[in-house]
């Protein structure tokens, strides 16, 4: 079956769920198991006239500081699992460009995420990185919802 599970998260409760998933999967499966959380670009984050004003260097600090808490998070859950797991920060990209880099990069087989379920207006203005996901992989994606 899957060989290797990339699991996304962005620390959300909700991404909790697709992480518990994701690892428990990859413990049934006897596969190796990869948790990526992706750091948005600073335009995708501050568009405009404040991107200006707001230091690159900061925010880049904080990003990863962020994303090494969310990481650290999904390790301590693999440990209480009883599975090994990596972790992968892909920096300055849209997330579901850095999800689907991360499971080339890695050679992942299936992707595991959560999905907000949004809809209408909100989808719109939000968007929805688990359909861009699903529209581009080429690999199997579980939503857990």
Same mark, same amino acid.
């Given at each position: 079956?899957?060989? &290797?599970?990339?699991?996304?998260?962005?620390? *959300?409760?909700?991404?909790?769920?697709?992480?518990?998933? %994701?690892?428990?999967?990859?413990?049934?499966? %006897?596969? @190796?198991?990869?948790?990526?959380?992706?750091?948005?670009?600073?335009? *995708?984050?501050? !568009? %405009?006239?404040?991107?200006? $004003?707001?230091?690159?260097?900061?925010?880049?600090?904080?990003?990863? =500081?962020?994303?090494?808490?969310?990481?650290?998070?999904?390790?301590?859950?693999?440990?209480?699992? $009883?599975?090994?797991?990596?972790?992968? &920060? =892909? !920096?300055?990209?849209? !997330?579901?460009? $850095?999800?689907? *880099?991360?499971? =080339? @990069?890695?050679?992942?087989?299936?992707?595991?995420? #959560?999905? &907000? %379920?949004?809809? $209408?207006?909100?989808?719109?203005?939000?968007?929805?990185?688990?359909?861009?996901?699903?529209? &581009? #992989?080429?690999?199997?994606?579980?939503?857990?919802?």
């Amino acid at each position: 079956m899957f060989k &290797h599970v990339l699991i996304a998260t962005d620390g *959300s409760d909700l991404a909790r769920i697709a992480v518990e998933t %994701g690892l428990e999967l990859a413990k049934a499966l %006897g596969a @190796k198991a990869t948790a990526v959380t992706v750091t948005p670009t600073l335009a *995708s984050v501050a !568009p %405009g006239e404040t991107e200006i $004003g707001f230091p690159i260097e900061e925010y880049m600090r904080a990003a990863k =500081e962020n994303a090494a808490d969310i990481l650290s998070s999904v390790s301590d859950m693999a440990k209480r699992i $009883g599975i090994a797991c990596a972790t992968i &920060h =892909e !920096p300055d990209q849209y !997330p579901a460009d $850095g999800i689907l *880099s991360a499971a =080339e @990069k890695t050679g992942c087989d299936v992707i595991v995420m #959560s999905s &907000h %379920g949004r809809r $209408g207006l909100q989808r719109l203005f939000l968007g929805s990185q688990a359909q861009e996901v699903l529209t &581009h #992989s080429k690999i199997p994606v579980l939503i857990c919802r």
